[in-house]
Protein backbone atom coordinates (compact mmCIF):
# COMPACT_ATOMS: atom_id res chain seq x y z
CA UNK A 1 0.00 0.00 0.00
CA UNK A 2 1.42 3.63 -0.44
CA UNK A 3 1.81 6.15 1.76
CA UNK A 4 -0.07 8.25 0.23
CA UNK A 5 -3.22 5.66 0.76
CA UNK A 6 -2.04 5.18 4.08
CA UNK A 7 -2.08 9.12 5.10
CA UNK A 8 -5.93 9.23 3.14
CA UNK A 9 -7.14 5.95 5.05
CA UNK A 10 -5.52 7.29 8.86
CA UNK A 11 -6.14 10.60 8.19
CA UNK A 12 -10.08 10.15 7.44
CA UNK A 13 -10.72 8.43 10.24
CA UNK A 14 -9.01 10.56 12.77
CA UNK A 15 -6.52 8.63 14.71
CA UNK A 16 -2.66 8.37 14.61
CA UNK A 17 -0.95 5.03 14.04
CA UNK A 18 -0.92 3.53 17.72
CA UNK A 19 -4.56 3.93 17.54
CA UNK A 20 -4.75 6.91 19.94
CA UNK A 21 -7.32 9.99 19.71
CA UNK A 22 -7.91 12.19 17.02
CA UNK A 23 -5.01 13.48 14.49
CA UNK A 24 -4.35 17.33 15.27
CA UNK A 25 -3.21 19.05 11.89
CA UNK A 26 -3.60 18.57 8.13
CA UNK A 27 -3.60 15.20 6.87
CA UNK A 28 -0.56 14.85 5.36
CA UNK A 29 0.80 15.26 9.30
CA UNK A 30 -0.77 12.30 9.40
CA UNK A 31 1.23 10.78 6.85
CA UNK A 32 4.07 11.66 7.62
CA UNK A 33 4.42 10.02 11.19
CA UNK A 34 3.23 6.94 9.82
CA UNK A 35 6.21 4.36 9.74
CA UNK A 36 7.23 2.18 6.03
CA UNK A 37 5.89 -1.02 5.96
CA UNK A 38 2.53 -0.53 8.47
CA UNK A 39 0.37 -3.47 8.17
CA UNK A 40 -2.00 -2.62 5.77
CA UNK A 41 -3.82 -6.00 5.06
CA UNK A 42 -7.78 -5.69 4.28
CA UNK A 43 -7.37 -2.32 2.77
CA UNK A 44 -7.92 -1.35 -0.68
CA UNK A 45 -5.20 -0.50 -2.80
CA UNK A 46 -6.01 -0.78 -6.50
CA UNK A 47 -7.05 3.02 -7.11
CA UNK A 48 -4.47 4.48 -9.25
CA UNK A 49 -2.89 7.70 -7.80
CA UNK A 50 -3.59 10.97 -9.83
CA UNK A 51 -1.20 13.77 -10.73
CA UNK A 52 -2.00 15.29 -7.49
CA UNK A 53 -1.66 12.45 -5.81
CA UNK A 54 1.59 11.50 -7.43
CA UNK A 55 3.08 14.75 -5.97
CA UNK A 56 1.88 14.45 -2.54
CA UNK A 57 3.41 11.14 -2.56
CA UNK A 58 6.67 12.55 -4.11
CA UNK A 59 6.62 14.91 -1.23
CA UNK A 60 6.32 12.43 1.27
CA UNK A 61 9.00 10.05 0.02
CA UNK A 62 11.73 12.75 0.15
CA UNK A 63 11.25 13.59 3.89
CA UNK A 64 13.24 12.13 6.23
CA UNK A 65 12.29 9.67 8.81
CA UNK A 66 11.97 10.66 12.11
CA UNK A 67 10.59 9.17 15.17
CA UNK A 68 6.96 11.20 16.58
CA UNK A 69 9.10 12.55 18.95
CA UNK A 70 11.45 14.44 17.44
CA UNK A 71 9.40 15.35 14.27
CA UNK A 72 7.48 17.36 17.42
CA UNK A 73 10.51 18.81 18.11
CA UNK A 74 11.30 20.19 14.82
CA UNK A 75 7.82 21.23 14.44
CA UNK A 76 8.32 23.40 17.19
CA UNK A 77 10.63 25.60 15.41
CA UNK A 78 13.49 25.14 18.18
CA UNK A 79 15.24 22.21 16.57
CA UNK A 80 16.68 21.31 13.06
CA UNK A 81 17.23 17.81 12.33
CA UNK A 82 20.16 16.57 10.23
CA UNK A 83 19.64 14.23 6.52
CA UNK A 84 19.75 11.23 8.33
CA UNK A 85 19.65 9.88 11.76
CA UNK A 86 21.72 7.55 14.17
CA UNK A 87 18.51 5.42 14.57
CA UNK A 88 17.81 2.09 12.60
CA UNK A 89 17.69 2.63 8.99
CA UNK A 90 18.46 6.20 9.47
CA UNK A 91 15.79 7.29 11.57
CA UNK A 92 16.02 10.88 13.38
CA UNK A 93 15.62 10.26 17.21
CA UNK A 94 15.79 13.37 19.35
CA UNK A 95 19.30 12.77 20.25
CA UNK A 96 20.07 12.98 17.02
CA UNK A 97 18.54 17.60 16.87
CA UNK A 98 20.44 19.99 17.23
CA UNK A 99 18.96 23.55 18.66
CA UNK A 100 18.33 26.54 16.02
CA UNK A 101 20.06 29.93 16.53
CA UNK A 102 16.91 31.25 18.16
CA UNK A 103 16.32 28.71 20.45
CA UNK A 104 16.70 29.90 24.13
CA UNK A 105 19.98 28.54 25.54
CA UNK A 106 19.63 26.64 28.71
CA UNK A 107 21.12 28.78 31.94
CA UNK A 108 23.91 27.84 33.43
CA UNK A 109 24.07 26.44 36.38
CA UNK A 110 24.50 28.63 39.28
CA UNK A 111 28.04 27.77 40.90
CA UNK A 112 27.85 27.26 44.20
CA UNK A 113 29.01 30.31 46.49
CA UNK A 114 32.20 28.73 48.47
CA UNK A 115 31.53 29.04 52.24
CA UNK A 116 34.29 30.00 54.52
CA UNK A 117 35.58 27.73 56.57
CA UNK A 118 36.99 29.11 59.44
CA UNK A 119 38.78 27.08 62.25
CA UNK A 120 41.07 27.86 64.93
CA UNK A 121 43.41 25.79 65.94
CA UNK A 122 44.50 26.70 69.62
CA UNK A 123 47.82 25.10 71.64
CA UNK A 124 46.96 22.84 74.10
CA UNK A 125 49.02 24.69 77.19
CA UNK A 126 48.81 25.69 80.76
CA UNK A 127 45.54 24.54 82.37
CA UNK A 128 44.30 22.32 79.68
CA UNK A 129 47.38 20.93 78.80
CA UNK A 130 47.63 19.40 82.20
CA UNK A 131 44.04 18.04 82.23
CA UNK A 132 44.71 16.10 79.00
CA UNK A 133 47.48 14.55 80.63
CA UNK A 134 46.24 13.81 83.90
CA UNK A 135 42.85 12.62 82.43
CA UNK A 136 44.37 10.49 79.96
CA UNK A 137 46.70 9.22 82.72
CA UNK A 138 43.72 8.43 85.19
CA UNK A 139 41.97 6.11 82.59
CA UNK A 140 45.06 4.35 81.68
CA UNK A 141 46.52 3.58 84.94
CA UNK A 142 43.27 2.57 87.30
CA UNK A 143 40.13 0.33 87.22
CA UNK A 144 37.28 2.64 87.62
CA UNK A 145 34.20 1.26 88.68
CA UNK A 146 30.96 4.04 89.08
CA UNK A 147 28.52 3.36 91.78
CA UNK A 148 24.92 5.06 91.00
CA UNK A 149 22.39 5.93 94.16
CA UNK A 150 19.44 8.25 93.88
CA UNK A 151 19.17 9.85 97.62
CA UNK A 152 15.83 11.56 99.02
CA UNK A 153 16.52 15.82 98.72
CA UNK A 154 13.63 16.92 100.46
CA UNK A 155 15.48 17.81 103.72
CA UNK A 156 18.05 18.81 101.73
CA UNK A 157 16.16 21.33 100.13
CA UNK A 158 13.87 22.29 103.26
CA UNK A 159 17.13 22.92 105.27
CA UNK A 160 18.37 24.89 102.45
CA UNK A 161 15.46 26.83 102.25
CA UNK A 162 15.28 27.62 106.38
CA UNK A 163 19.08 28.77 105.87
CA UNK A 164 17.91 31.07 103.21
CA UNK A 165 15.43 32.42 105.61
CA UNK A 166 17.77 32.82 108.71
CA UNK A 167 18.84 36.14 110.22
CA UNK A 168 21.41 37.87 108.34
CA UNK A 169 23.81 37.78 111.90
CA UNK A 170 24.40 33.82 111.11
CA UNK A 171 25.98 34.39 107.94
CA UNK A 172 24.23 31.40 106.78
CA UNK A 173 22.42 32.99 103.81
CA UNK A 174 24.99 32.19 101.38
CA UNK A 175 25.10 28.21 101.84
CA UNK A 176 24.45 26.81 98.85
CA UNK A 177 23.09 22.57 97.92
CA UNK A 178 26.87 22.17 97.07
CA UNK A 179 27.90 23.38 100.64
CA UNK A 180 25.37 21.09 102.32
CA UNK A 181 26.54 18.39 99.93
CA UNK A 182 30.11 19.19 100.49
CA UNK A 183 29.34 18.98 104.78
CA UNK A 184 27.98 15.95 104.25
CA UNK A 185 30.37 13.90 102.46
CA UNK A 186 33.03 15.69 105.14
CA UNK A 187 31.09 13.76 107.61
CA UNK A 188 30.66 10.48 106.19
CA UNK A 189 33.95 9.48 104.70
CA UNK A 190 36.29 9.65 107.85
CA UNK A 191 33.80 6.16 108.55
CA UNK A 192 35.62 4.66 104.91
CA UNK A 193 39.06 5.62 105.45
CA UNK A 194 39.57 2.87 102.24
CA UNK A 195 37.73 5.73 100.13
CA UNK A 196 39.87 8.88 101.77
CA UNK A 197 43.02 7.21 100.22
CA UNK A 198 45.70 7.56 97.92
CA UNK A 199 47.22 4.61 95.66
CA UNK A 200 50.42 5.38 94.90
CA UNK A 201 51.22 1.64 93.24
CA UNK A 202 53.28 0.07 95.95
CA UNK A 203 50.84 1.46 98.79
CA UNK A 204 47.98 2.94 100.42
CA UNK A 205 47.78 5.81 102.25
CA UNK A 206 44.17 5.82 104.24
CA UNK A 207 43.97 9.87 105.67
CA UNK A 208 42.48 10.19 108.96
CA UNK A 209 41.56 13.85 108.18
CA UNK A 210 39.60 14.79 105.04
CA UNK A 211 41.02 17.58 102.61
CA UNK A 212 38.31 18.00 100.37
CA UNK A 213 38.92 18.67 96.78
CA UNK A 214 35.62 19.98 94.63
CA UNK A 215 35.67 21.09 91.05
CA UNK A 216 35.32 24.41 89.94
CA UNK A 217 34.57 25.15 86.33
CA UNK A 218 36.47 28.26 85.17
CA UNK A 219 37.13 29.99 81.72
CA UNK A 220 40.67 28.28 81.88
CA UNK A 221 39.18 24.90 82.41
CA UNK A 222 38.41 22.72 85.76
CA UNK A 223 40.76 23.47 88.32
CA UNK A 224 40.03 21.39 91.74
CA UNK A 225 41.03 23.44 95.19
CA UNK A 226 41.40 21.63 98.17
CA UNK A 227 39.37 22.39 101.57
CA UNK A 228 41.59 21.58 104.43
CA UNK A 229 40.39 19.62 107.10
CA UNK A 230 37.08 19.70 106.08
CA UNK A 231 35.74 17.20 108.48
CA UNK A 232 36.34 19.85 110.94
CA UNK A 233 34.65 22.90 109.85
CA UNK A 234 31.43 24.25 110.80
CA UNK A 235 28.93 24.65 108.13
CA UNK A 236 29.72 28.33 108.16
CA UNK A 237 33.14 28.08 107.25
CA UNK A 238 32.95 25.48 105.14
CA UNK A 239 30.61 27.78 103.27
CA UNK A 240 33.25 30.52 103.26
CA UNK A 241 36.11 28.53 102.39
CA UNK A 242 34.30 26.94 99.49
CA UNK A 243 33.45 30.50 98.33
CA UNK A 244 36.80 31.83 98.90
CA UNK A 245 38.44 29.16 97.28
CA UNK A 246 36.43 29.16 94.04
CA UNK A 247 36.50 33.06 93.69
CA UNK A 248 40.40 32.37 93.64
CA UNK A 249 39.99 30.15 90.57
CA UNK A 250 37.90 32.19 88.91
CA UNK A 251 39.91 35.21 89.10
CA UNK A 252 43.07 33.56 88.54
CA UNK A 253 44.57 33.74 91.93
CA UNK A 254 44.71 30.32 93.10
CA UNK A 255 47.87 29.25 94.36
CA UNK A 256 49.78 25.34 93.64
CA UNK A 257 49.45 24.66 97.36
CA UNK A 258 45.55 25.21 97.64
CA UNK A 259 45.26 23.09 94.48
CA UNK A 260 47.11 20.07 96.14
CA UNK A 261 46.85 17.05 98.94
CA UNK A 262 43.28 16.20 98.54
CA UNK A 263 42.05 13.05 99.29
CA UNK A 264 38.44 12.80 97.74
CA UNK A 265 37.08 14.95 95.42
CA UNK A 266 33.27 15.94 94.63
CA UNK A 267 32.13 17.49 91.32
CA UNK A 268 28.48 18.74 90.84
CA UNK A 269 26.70 19.20 87.61
CA UNK A 270 23.55 19.08 89.18
CA UNK A 271 23.30 22.67 88.60
CA UNK A 272 23.76 22.46 84.71
CA UNK A 273 20.78 20.31 84.65
CA UNK A 274 22.87 16.87 83.99
CA UNK A 275 20.99 14.08 85.99
CA UNK A 276 24.02 12.02 86.84
CA UNK A 277 26.92 11.27 85.26
CA UNK A 278 30.69 8.78 85.18
CA UNK A 279 33.24 11.42 86.96
CA UNK A 280 36.81 10.52 86.52
CA UNK A 281 39.22 9.83 89.53
CA UNK A 282 42.06 12.69 90.44
CA UNK A 283 45.13 10.15 90.66
CA UNK A 284 46.35 9.03 93.42
CA UNK A 285 43.05 9.34 94.76
CA UNK A 286 40.73 6.32 94.89
CA UNK A 287 37.53 7.90 94.87
CA UNK A 288 35.79 10.86 93.00
CA UNK A 289 31.90 11.71 93.59
CA UNK A 290 29.74 12.96 90.75
CA UNK A 291 26.32 14.56 92.07
CA UNK A 292 23.70 15.57 89.33
CA UNK A 293 20.49 17.49 89.31
CA UNK A 294 17.31 17.18 91.91
CA UNK A 295 14.74 15.87 90.16
CA UNK A 296 11.45 14.07 90.96
CA UNK A 297 11.47 10.26 91.19
CA UNK A 298 8.29 8.09 91.82
CA UNK A 299 7.86 6.34 95.25
CA UNK A 300 5.40 4.06 96.79
CA UNK A 301 4.91 5.29 100.19
CA UNK A 302 2.00 3.49 101.79
CA UNK A 303 -0.30 1.86 98.78
CA UNK A 304 0.23 5.14 97.23
CA UNK A 305 2.78 6.50 94.86
CA UNK A 306 4.12 9.63 95.21
CA UNK A 307 6.96 11.71 93.57
CA UNK A 308 9.61 12.65 95.60
CA UNK A 309 12.99 14.75 94.75
CA UNK A 310 16.06 12.85 94.43
CA UNK A 311 19.48 14.07 93.75
CA UNK A 312 21.65 11.66 91.69
CA UNK A 313 25.05 10.46 92.87
CA UNK A 314 28.04 8.70 91.32
CA UNK A 315 30.35 7.31 92.96
CA UNK A 316 34.12 5.92 90.53
CA UNK A 317 36.22 4.44 92.61
CA UNK A 318 39.70 2.88 91.87
CA UNK A 319 38.47 -1.08 91.92
CA UNK A 320 42.61 -1.91 92.23
CA UNK A 321 42.51 -0.75 96.10
CA UNK A 322 38.21 -0.13 96.22
CA UNK A 323 35.96 -3.35 96.19
CA UNK A 324 32.41 -2.49 95.07
CA UNK A 325 30.74 -3.23 98.34
CA UNK A 326 32.54 -0.42 100.49
CA UNK A 327 31.77 1.98 97.87
CA UNK A 328 28.45 0.94 98.51
CA UNK A 329 28.07 0.88 101.89
CA UNK A 330 29.69 4.87 101.44
CA UNK A 331 26.84 5.93 99.37
CA UNK A 332 23.95 4.02 101.51
CA UNK A 333 25.52 6.56 104.50
CA UNK A 334 25.60 9.56 102.43
CA UNK A 335 22.29 9.34 101.09
CA UNK A 336 20.76 8.46 104.86
CA UNK A 337 22.84 11.86 105.77
CA UNK A 338 21.15 13.93 103.47
CA UNK A 339 17.93 12.43 104.06
CA UNK A 340 18.53 14.42 107.63
CA UNK A 341 21.31 16.97 107.21
CA UNK A 342 20.20 18.78 110.01
CA UNK A 343 21.47 16.02 112.49
CA UNK A 344 25.19 16.47 110.74
CA UNK A 345 25.69 19.64 112.56
CA UNK A 346 25.92 18.45 116.19
CA UNK A 347 28.93 16.02 114.80
Known sequence: ???????????????????????????????????????????????????????????????????????????????????????????????????????????????????EDRVEVLPVRGTRRIIAERMLASMQTTAQLTLDMPADARALQAFRKQLKASPEALGLQKVTIND??????????????????????DSIAQHRSVHLGFAVDTPRGLIVPVIRHADRLSLKDLSREARRLADACQNGKITPDELSGGTFTVTNLGSLGVEHFTPILNPPQVAILGVGSIHLKPVEDEDEVAFIPHIALSLTINHQVVDGAPGARFLQALSRNLSQIQLLLAL
Do not use: H, W
Open 180 to 201: LLLLAVSRTLPQFPDLNALFTG
Open 1 to 115: MSELRRAKLYGAVGIDEAGRGPLAGPVVAAAVILPRGFPTDGIDDSKKLGPAERDVQAALEAQPRMTPLARSMVASGDFVAPPTGSGAGGRITTRDLQPTASAPAAAPASAAVPV
